[in-house]
């Protein structure tokens, strides 16, 4: 793969760059979930603005620790998504990011469906995932795909030769059109797919390309622990860990 980013015949149809004194919640909605929502992660999703916080142009999503007097230790994180408010079918989604450094840390960029009756539950609805970095490992970017039931997945990786995930911004991006999937990183295509399936618990399969073929939404989260990423420990630094990004941008085809 060869073919660079390029907007030509593309319009701007949502932007923001963090530049007000406080999120927009016109544009985002603050989400609240309870620890071990999904994934058997730790942290508590809340509205704060100790996790949540719009500064020097800059969305920050913060990860809290707290140490009780009992000795119980629990955690507080930011996710907002333009759930209910901006939907989009296809485009070419980005947003310029810098990440956590830490053990358990898993900062995300990504696109969920907006109508999960239509083709059933996750992951049977699809999930789009534009930028996932593990806390250990921030010189490497996942884009994955989630479909399918049983439940089926498609990843590819980018590495960078120089430079860090957590010590500068980069730009991520995804290219979404019917029947393909492009992610890049500042610009350059690093993994496509053109095969997927949408499939109920009849077997029943519904016709290609679903279920990348209707709404989704953007989100933006720090999880902290997981199956995936696995979780804390005592290398882990709470006190400047944040999850920022200096913008998001989605742009949809002039035609």
Excluded at 102 to 110: N, S, T, V
Excluded at 208 to 216: L, N, R, V
Aim: proline residues 6%; negative net charge; charged residues 25%.
């Amino acid at each position: 793969m060869d073919i660079l980013l390029s907007h030509k015949g593309y319009h701007l149809v949502f932007e923001d760059r963090f530049d007000g004194p406080h999120l927009d919640r016109s544009r985002w909605n603050v989400e609240l979930h309870e620890p071990g929502w999904v994934n058997q992660e730790l942290q508590e999703y809340v509205d704060s603005p100790e996790n949540i916080r719009v500064q020097n142009g800059r969305l920050l999503l913060r990860p809290v620790k707290r140490v009780h007097g009992d000795g119980s230790v629990s955690y507080t994180s930011g996710r907002i998504s333009t759930q209910h408010k901006h939907g989009f079918t296809y485009g070419l989604f980005e947003a310029r990011l810098k990440v956590p450094r830490g053990k358990g840390f898993l900062p995300a960029f990504w696109l969920m469906t907006a109508d999960e009756d239509r083709y059933g539950q996750w992951p049977e609805c699809g999930e789009i995932d534009i930028c996932e970095i593990w806390g250990s490992r921030t010189r490497t970017n996942h884009g994955t795909i989630h479909y399918g039931l049983p439940h089926q997945e498609a990843q590819g990786t980018v590495t960078l030769y120089k430079g860090d995930f957590a010590e500068e911004f980069h730009d991520f991006a995804l290219l979404w059109e019917p029947g393909l999937l492009r992610w890049y990183v500042d610009g350059r295509p690093f993994y496509e797919v053109r095969q997927w399936f949408s499939a109920g618990p009849d077997g029943a399969r519904k016709p290609y390309p679903a279920p990348f073929d209707h709404e989704m939404y953007l989100i933006l989260n720090l999880a902290v622990g997981g199956t995936w990423v696995g979780y804390p420990d005592e290398t882990t630094n709470f006190e400047d860990a944040a999850f920022e990004a200096e913008f998001v941008r989605v742009y949809s085809r002039r035609s």
